[in-house]
Every structure is written in C-alpha cells, then in structure tokens.
C-alpha cells in the first residue's frame, strides 16, 4: 500500500467514525433517549414516504406507525407493561416490524425468534425471554406445534390471522384499538441501557441465548449505516433476509426507516428471482450475507444482472474470491462489508470498499477503537499469555480471536450480555493487558495485515457458521442422540468447496435400533434445517480423550472422502429430506458441485 493510498483511507476512516459519531450523539446508557423516540421522529417527518413495498402492497411510514400504536393499546389492554416482554414467531411481513415498534412505545422487549425453530430450541427461546405472551402468524403454526407441550402452560398464544384452535385472535383484538400514539408517560422511566429486543444467538454451546439489544445499541446499529452507504429517503433498499436476524432486522430495518427511505421486503431470498425482482421493484440498495453472495454467483451470468438500479450493498460474510465475481459480473463495487455481533462489542466496517476485508482500524484511531487480535492456544483455544500473565497481540497476517474492551459509559463498547448471567461471564476476558481490564470473546478467528485490514477467517469452539447461520454443535448433538439407535454424537463443521462456512458433520455410534432412513425426520422435530448435519460418519467406538471428552481435530482433518475413511458415510439427500450412502461417485459430485447440497 503506497503512502498516498494509505493517507486516502486514513482520510476516509476517520471522516466515515465522525459521521457516525454526531448521528449516535445523544445515544448512551444513561441516556432517555430511546429506539421509538427516534422512530416516531422518522413517522413524523417522513409520514408521506413508503415504508414497504410487500406483496404488492404499499405501505406508507403513516400506516406503519399507526398498526404499531395498535399493537401498543393492545398490549396496554393485556396489562402489559415497562420491562415485559412479549415473543415474536413470525415470518416476514411488515407487521413484524410494526409490532416489535409497538411494544417499544411502551416499554415492551419483543423477543425476536428465528421463525425456523421447532421443539425443544422453539420452547427454550419462548421460556428463557420470560415471555409473557407470544404472537406469531398462522403459517408458524405447524412449527409451533412441535413445541407446544413444552411452552410455559400459562403463555396464551396470539394468532396475527385469525384464531386457530386454541390461539388468540390478534387481528380481531386491535381492530378497535386506537390509532393514535400511547402517552409517552407509558416509557419514560427507562433508559438506553434498557433492553428493547432479544436477539437470539447460538454462542459457542448450547441452546440459542437470547441477547440484550438495549435502545441506546440498537440505535447504534441503525444510525451507523447510513453515512457509509449513502442512504436518502431516495432509496429503496431490498430485504430479503429474515427479519429475526440482526443484519436484516436491526441493521437494514433501522437504516431505512430512520433515513426516510422505503423497504422492499420479501419472505424469503431467491436466487432464481433476485435480478429480476430487484429491477421491478426499484430496489437502490440491497442487504446481504455471505451466502446470499455465493448463491447469485452460482447462478450462470445473465442479463438480468446488471439490468436494476441497484448500486450499493451492504451485510457480512462477503468473503474475497465471491465478492471480486460480485463486482465484476453485476458491476456493484460499493459493498459496505462490516463485522459485528448480535450481543458483541466488537464492531468494523470497511468504509473504502477494499475486497475481501471486514474494516480497517488506522493507527490513529487504534486507541478510539479498541479492538484487538490475540494470540489463540490451537489445543486449548484460549488466548496464550506471558510471563507477567497478559494476553499477546498476533503479528500482521497471523490469526488469532478477536476482543473487544468493555467500556460499561460508553453504548458502543458496552457488552449487555445475555439473560444467562453466567452464559454472559463466560464471553469476559479478563486481566488481558492490564490488571483489572475485561474484554468481550468474539469466539472469531480474524487475521490483520501490514496495513491495518481485517479478515475473517473463521469460528473456534463448537460452533460453526453454515447457511449463514451460527450452529452450536452441542445442540445438534443433543438432538441426533434423542434418536433411537444413536448412542453417542460428536457434531463438527467440515469445509466443502464452493461453499462458505463448514457443512455440519455428525461421527455416531449406534445399536440395532439405528434407522438412518428414519434419522432426518426425528431430528426435524427439533433442529431447523440448517442445523441438521449434511454429513454422517458411522462409528464402531468414540475417540475421546482422557477426560471423555470428544477428540474433533483428527475428525475434521479426515473430512468425509470414502476413499480415506473405513466408516460408513451418508450424505442429506435434500430430494427426499433423508440421507443417502456416500460413495466415491457421489463424493466427486460434492467436491465439483454437481451435487447441491
């Protein structure tokens, strides 16, 4: 990097943090300054503008506001109220947001939950937020079947579409609600430390943890996007992520509506129809994750590509060699690439557009940006210390995880933490360059070079990231081993090319009673789709150390070529949602992608 171009994007950093520093002023723990306060501002100012285009249905920022003060009379009517909460089991539509922005015009937490759960994951998200209601849509319905024996008994059940059986009619109950905003009074004793959102995340073990979105971090997240992607109430930013998911939900939700633009939202992401609908609908911006990414650039070359107005993106998870035949086939070189998590402290963005990196820290602003690469025990996983007991920096290039400083005055460098206290203590990192100092575990592995990029390079633990979304192999394990015949389940990601993330691999141990015809259905009841493993490995013993805990490393070396391993192996069959036997052939169809998986 030549010494000009370093200037320029030193230049460039440090004016893109000020922008974003006078728009989050005003935000802060202590501050009454709240997530609706803002909204309302936006409802006010732009009341004419469209807030949706969905299913051919436009929707003005004057509706949504007004379904959303009847989502808040109604819960008033429940006897609801400040520091409650209520869960959301809905799939995308505009009412998810009108009714999350409702409840916070009352001091209402609306837990968020992934609309793809069932059983025992769908009731643990319900029962950890302490719900006391929950809303879904009546498409959720067959989903929320499989969990019903399990919710709280005393949890009444609020169908958006009408009453079903022995849910609650939404729609009926506030057709004669009120219009008009609730008294402010109904929020005024919190704070921008209060929670506002739960927004569940896997972690590294375990059930999904639902993480605390205060107002003041939720502004910060929404306010943050809208100088470096040039957002204007001109725009029309396509949505077709999940609205549960943070990037989609928060992030993109947020900079729509607190820049007057409109959001084109659909159910779901379509690679086939992506192009095309994007120029119908106008779409000038789009919102992504990796995959979405890799799912167009699968797709062959066509017209429709660079047939829209689309000229901006920005999300997480681009990696380089997908990003380089992004811009190059669509022509979209503006990619706001940014790295964060739900719950985390540690936030960047690449303001300058460099392929491939998640942000840069400048040496001049390495002190206003406390983030840090440590240096990762490849055995233990935990951060290598010194003589004197302090963490170790990486060099340039060398990866290691990611930390960020807890500054509890300072919103954007707050960790809230999760509603398990001690799911939360387990992510501080303490005593890390100084006595006393703690600092939040990413639980990522980042690299960062000569000048001054970040790079993903990916999850440590036992969680790996597949179709975009966190997997905690600890509940996959527990899931495959409430199956008859499964004796034990070592659960890890192995990498497939052509794909990013790890595709999850499960090496089990059986009895007679094993049906691997019946193997996918059983877990269906449990485990989402993206959670269940693509690849089976059929075990005669377990390798476990001396402690009987599951040896991993020698397991993801071996992957799953059949020419290398002894083992029965299987392989998701998603034609007729089972597994099929992994032979030589078929291995070679995975590896060149003939095979989708």
Same mark, same amino acid.
């Given at each position: 990097m030549s010494l000009l171009a370093r200037i320029r994007s030193d230049l460039t950093y440090i004016r893109e943090l000020s922008r974003i520093d006078r728009a989050t002023r005003g935000v802060g723990p202590d501050n009454p300054r709240l997530l609706p306060d803002d909204l309302e501002a936006a409802m006010d100012r732009f009341a004419g503008n469209t807030a949706f285009h969905f299913d051919g249905v436009e929707t003005r920022y004057s509706d949504l506001e007004a379904r959303a003060n009847r989502f808040a009379h109604w819960a008033i009517a429940q006897g609801l109220g400040a520091g409650d909460c209520v869960a959301l089991f809905m799939e995308n539509r505009p009412d998810f947001v009108a009714f999350w922005f409702g409840m916070s015009k009352v001091g209402i937490v609306t837990a968020l939950i992934n609309n793809q759960l069932t059983g025992s994951s769908l009731a643990h998200c319900v029962a950890v937020a302490h719900a006391r209601a929950l809303v879904i849509n009546a498409g959720q319905a067959p989903l929320l079947d499989t969990a019903r024996d399990s919710l709280p008994q005393d949890i009444p059940v609020w169908s958006l579409d009408g009453a079903a059986g022995q849910d609650r009619d939404l729609e009926s109950a506030i057709a004669d609600m009120p219009e008009d905003r609730p008294p402010r009074r109904h929020r005024e004793t919190l704070r921008g430390r209060d929670v506002a959102l739960y927004v569940y995340t896997s972690g590294t073990t375990g059930l999904p943890k639902a993480a605390r979105m205060t107002h003041a971090r939720c502004l910060d997240m929404m306010l $943050?996007?809208?100088? @470096?992607?040039? #957002?204007?109430?001109? !725009? /029309?930013?396509y949505e077709t992520l999940p609205l549960y998911h943070g990037t989609c939900g928060v992030c993109g939700v947020g900079t729509a509506l607190l820049a007057g633009a409109a959001i084109v939202l659909r159910r779901r992401f379509s690679a086939g129809a992506f192009w095309r609908d994007a120029r119908d609908s106008g779409a000038t911006v789009f919102v992504y994750v990796g995959e979405l990414g890799r799912y167009l650039m699968n797709n062959? @070359?066509?017209?429709?590509?660079? !047939?829209? $107005?689309?000229? /901006?993106?920005?999300?997480?998870?681009?990696?380089? !060699?997908? =990003? $380089?035949?992004?811009?190059? *086939?669509?022509?979209?070189?503006? %990619?706001?690439e940014f790295y964060g998590s739900t719950e985390g402290n540690v936030s960047l963005v690449n303001a300058d557009h460099k392929i491939g990196a998640i942000g840069r820290i400048p040496p001049l602003l390495r002190r206003f940006m406390q983030t840090r690469i440590l240096k990762v025990d490849p055995e233990t996983q935990e951060p290598v210390r010194d003589a004197d007991g302090f963490c170790i920096e990486t060099a340039a290039d060398e990866p290691g995880e990611a930390v960020g400083r807890i500054i $509890?005055?300072?919103?954007? =460098? *707050?960790?809230e933490g999760y509603n398990d206290r001690s799911a939360t203590e387990k992510k501080i990192l303490r005593d890390v360059f100084e006595t006393g100092d703690a600092w939040f575990r990413t639980g990522d592995l980042l690299r960062r070079d000569a000048?001054?990029?970040f790079y993903f390079v990916d999850r440590i633990g036992d969680t790996f990231r597949w179709k975009s979304e966190n997997v905690s192999t600890g509940e996959v394990a527990a899931a495959l081993q409430a199956c008859d015949g499964v004796l034990t389940a070592n659960v890890y990601g192995v990498a497939v090319p052509g794909h990013d993330g790890r595709a999850g691999m499960a090496a089990l141990t059986i009895d007679g009673r094993f049906d691997v015809e019946t193997l996918h259905d059983a877990m269906a009841a449990n485990l989402p789709a993206y959670a269940r493993p693509v690849f089976l490995r059929i075990r005669a013993e377990d390798d476990t150390t001396g402690t009987l805990k599951f040896r991993k490393v020698d %397991?993801?070396?071996?992957?799953?070529? @059949? *020419?290398? #391993?002894d083992d029965a192996l299987y392989v998701k069959d998603p034609g007729r949602n089972g597994y099929r036997r992994l032979d030589p052939a078929l291995f070679d169809a995975v590896i060149d992608g003939s095979y989708r998986l």
């Open positions: $943050a996007f809208i100088s @470096p992607c040039r #957002i204007t109430q001109k !725009d /029309r930013i062959p @070359p066509g017209a429709d590509e660079r !047939d829209h $107005a689309i000229s /901006r993106g920005f999300g997480n998870g681009m990696r380089g !060699d997908v =990003w $380089a035949e992004f811009s190059e *086939r669509t022509g979209i070189t503006r %990619l706001v $509890a005055e300072k919103s954007r =460098w *707050r960790f000048d001054h990029y %397991l993801v070396e071996d992957g799953f070529d @059949p *020419r290398e #391993i």
